[in-house]
């Protein structure tokens, strides 16, 4: 299983990102994908659930009207359209996925900062 996140960067406030997940070694349609945050000496945060259809999101309430995800079961990537940027939204953002066997897989995340 591999989760490889990619598109972080610095950016203004008010500004937009796109991060973007890819995803192999598993039955990628099967499996709902989560994005998460950490923020420096804060606890890792869920961000955004995605169903294995994409048919239901469910977001944290700090990030919902601003940020988006998608997912590709085509080509087995999840995005995050991240819109109206704020400080409070540095963070390293990691994709990550349970499987049946209940063992959770991690990508290395990415990094967003959102700076003046």
């Known amino acids: 299983v591999q989760l490889v996140e990619s598109g972080g960067g610095l950016v203004q406030p008010g500004g937009s990102l796109r991060l973007s997940c890819a995803a192999s070694?598993?039955?990628?349609?099967?499996?709902?994908i989560n994005w998460y945050r950490q923020a420096p000496g804060k606890e890792r945060e869920l961000v955004v659930t995605?169903?294995?259809?994409?048919?239901?999101?469910a977001y944290a309430d700090s990030v919902r009207g601003r940020f988006t995800v998608s997912r590709d079961n085509v080509k087995n990537t999840v995005d995050l359209q991240m819109s109206s940027l704020k400080p409070e939204d540095t963070a390293v953002y990691y994709c990550?996925?349970?499987?049946?066997?209940?063992?959770?897989?991690w990508g290395q995340g990415t990094q967003v900062t959102v700076s003046s």
């Open positions: 990550n996925v349970v499987l049946w066997t209940r063992k959770d897989y």
């Open positions: 070694g598993f039955t990628f349609s099967s499996y709902n």
């Open positions: 995605v169903t294995r259809d994409g048919g239901y999101t």
